[in-house]
């Protein structure tokens, strides 16, 4: 018993928090596309049923000899009268979700209870016919929203009770049995629903947080862990992807920066400070770089950009701004030092390959080395 009671108060936990903070009848945005499809699929599937069942009807009248009634009265009252009233429902529900999208979902199962209890009233001699009292019930899970599930639940059930208050030709055809056993057979669907919509949300989260745990691993694995920038690996991809574009006519500058001493600040004050010195002027690089603009640690002391600038010179003046902050700040790890960058930049031109530009690239870098360093050439 107390396992049952620990399964039930779980269930009703899940129910109560599927209902928390929900707006009642307005579309999750998370899901607007998703509900927007499924929308257009319920309003065509209302007009095959309408057609079918007008299909249906006439096929029974016309081949079926003890189908007793006057032609007047069924393509009157069993055909016509019936196929507007239904098809008047879904153009409703059609024009709702046009004008009022917050209140498609009302309209739209409210449009699926005309047409079933429609059908219902038009066939009471079929034993089974009030089972199709269950199919919009079900059917709502698609949309994985507790609350229309239940309003279609609700809706369904009075649309019954009122039939059966309401229409006296209706009762002779049910039984007592039916009578008690259709209003169980829509709870219990509206139960299988419930755990199939809460099954299916906990379905989604859990994969949802498995797309972002894998998102965070992509994302660090793109990186270096040092200093926040993109790896090696990373940049090369990055790097042919804007050769492809430049082949296309978008203009791009390919910058190496190197920082000046290196060596011999990790020889004086040790490899930690090294990496202190690393972390501030990718620091540095990171504050100057536009969202669409790509910044790598090449490996070492090396850094790699791809800037998307006008020209060459609107890139040069940004590689300067880079290098006067990094020779302007001081590093107390140093003593109250600086460091300095020698850069080399060149711009892509057409039918430049990818080894070609790097290598033009490095050697201005070490161009700017062995004339002075702390400078940029293009």
């Known amino acids: ?36 499809t499924w929308i257009r699929w319920f309003l065509k599937i209302y007009w095959a049923i309408i057609g ?10 016309w081949f079926i000899p003890s189908y007793d009634v006057t032609p007047r009265h069924f393509y009157f009252h069993t055909v016509l009268y019936p196929t507007l009233l239904m098809g008047a429902a879904v153009v409703a529900a059609e024009w709702v979700h ?36 269950l199919l919009p019930i079900i059917a709502s899970a698609i949309f994985f929203r507790l609350d229309l599930t239940l309003f279609t639940a609700a809706l369904q059930t009075a649309a019954f009770l009122i039939m059966y208050d309401l229409d006296s030709w209706f009762r002779t055809f049910l039984s007592p049995f039916d009578v008690i056993a259709i209003p ?13 919509i809460i099954s299916g949300r906990e379905l989604v989260n859990d994969l ?76 540095i690089i990171r504050g100057h770089m536009h969202p669409r603009d790509i910044a790598s640690r090449y490996g070492g002391e ?30 107390e790890e140093l003593g109250g030092r600086s460091v300095t960058i020698s850069i080399g930049v060149t711009c892509y031109t057409s039918g430049l390959s990818k080894e070609n530009m790097f290598e033009e690239t490095d050697a201005l870098l070490y161009k700017a080395k062995r004339t002075g360093k702390n400078k940029v050439v293009l």
Do not use: C, W
Request: glycine share 4%; no cysteine.
């Open 184 to 196: 169980i057979f829509l709870l219990v669907s509206t139960l299988v629903s419930a755990i199939i």
């Open 1 to 36: 018993m107390p396992d049952k009671l620990t399964r039930s108060a779980y269930f009703l936990n899940r129910v109560v928090k599927s209902l928390k903070f929900r707006e009642f009848f307005t579309p999750s945005k998370l899901s607007l596309h998703r509900q927007n």
């Open 302 to 331: 090396e850094f790699a950009l791809l800037l998307f600038r006008k020209d060459i010179h609107e890139a040069y003046s940004l590689l300067e701004r880079i290098r006067v902050q990094i020779s302007e700040k001081v590093f």
């Open 98 to 133: 046009r004008k009022a999208p917050k209140y498609t979902f009302l309209s739209l199962f409210s449009a699926g209870a005309v047409i079933s209890i429609e059908i219902i009233r038009l066939n009471m001699d079929i034993r089974i016919i009030s089972a199709i009292l």
């Open 208 to 283: 949802e947080q498995a797309i972002e745990e894998n998102r965070t691993i992509t994302k660090r694995s793109r990186k270096d862990a040092q200093t926040g920038l993109y790896n090696h690996n990373t940049f090369q991809q990055l790097y042919e992807e804007a050769l492809v574009q430049g082949a296309q006519g978008k203009i791009f500058q390919l910058a190496l920066l190197d920082i000046d001493n290196f060596k011999q600040v990790n020889d004086q004050y040790g490899h930690r400070t090294g990496d202190l010195i690393l972390l501030g002027v990718s620091r």
């Open 52 to 61: 079918l069942h007008d299909a249906a009807q006439l096929l029974a009248y």
